[in-house]
């Protein structure tokens, strides 16, 4: 999801959306442990679309 997407979607989503990411990470780190993922770069790249969603959704809460 690009960063543009998150700024059009409503704070309702924005929650839903991080609380999938939340679950997905908690999976990959699961794969890790048990050596079973391949790419680790997917870890990284989860947290920081977590941490973009929490950005976009303070930014919303600020405007209103």
Known sequence: MKLQEM???TIDELKSAAIDYKKQ???????????????????????HYISQIKTVIKEKEGQQ
């Open 7 to 9: 700024r059009e979607k």
């Open 25 to 47: 990470l908690l999976e990959l780190r699961v794969k890790k442990a048990t050596n079973k993922l391949e790419d680790t770069a997917l870890i990284s790249k989860t947290k």
